[in-house]
């Protein structure tokens, strides 16, 4: 199970919002071996795309390094879907490299960018999907 703070779930809802009608994606990172999502760090789709996310290489090695230096990893890495459910693609279970971290996926499809908006959680590992409740608290 996903658990994250009303806070962090708002914070991805709108950035989806805001790249919309192109996706979105980011990280939330969290203290080395907790589990725990604490530190939002959007980033920026390099493909610039409505149907495909890429982060940019500069920026993923960026992120990793700090994130070394904080001992964080990353707990949830998101993106939006702009025009299917909120379900990984093929390509995004082939790009699935963190079998410790939460995928999530927010579907902005039909929205207009407005909402409601489909916001699901999956483990990716070795190429399996496996769909996990969320529960959105107000705090850890």
């Given amino acids: 199970m996903l658990t994250i703070t009303r806070a962090l779930y708002d914070q991805i809802v709108a950035h ?5 009608p192109d996706e979105a994606c980011g990280v939330v990172a969290g203290p080395a ?6 530190r939002f760090v959007p980033m920026l789709n390099a493909a610039r795309s409505p149907t495909f996310y890429e ?3 500069g920026d993923l090695l960026k992120l990793y390094r700090e994130m070394d230096d904080r001992d964080e ?15 990984p693609s093929r390509t995004d279970v082939s790009y699935a490299n963190e079998p410790g971290a939460h995928y999530v996926l927010v579907s902005t499809a039909d929205t207009d960018g407005a909402g409601p908006f489909q916001f699901r959680s999956y483990r990716i590992v070795d190429g399996e999907i496996t769909e996990e409740d969320v529960e959105v ?3 850890y």
Avoid: K, L, M, Q
Wanted: hydrophobic share 30%; net charge negative; aromatic share 10%.
């Fill in 16 to 20: 989806a919002r805001a790249d919309h």
């Fill in 73 to 87: 990893e990353p707990v949830v890495i998101y993106h939006s879907h702009t025009a299917t459910e909120a379900y």
């Fill in 55 to 57: 982060f940019d290489s």
């Fill in 33 to 38: 071996g907790s589990g725990r999502p604490e």
């Fill in 137 to 139: 608290v107000e705090t």
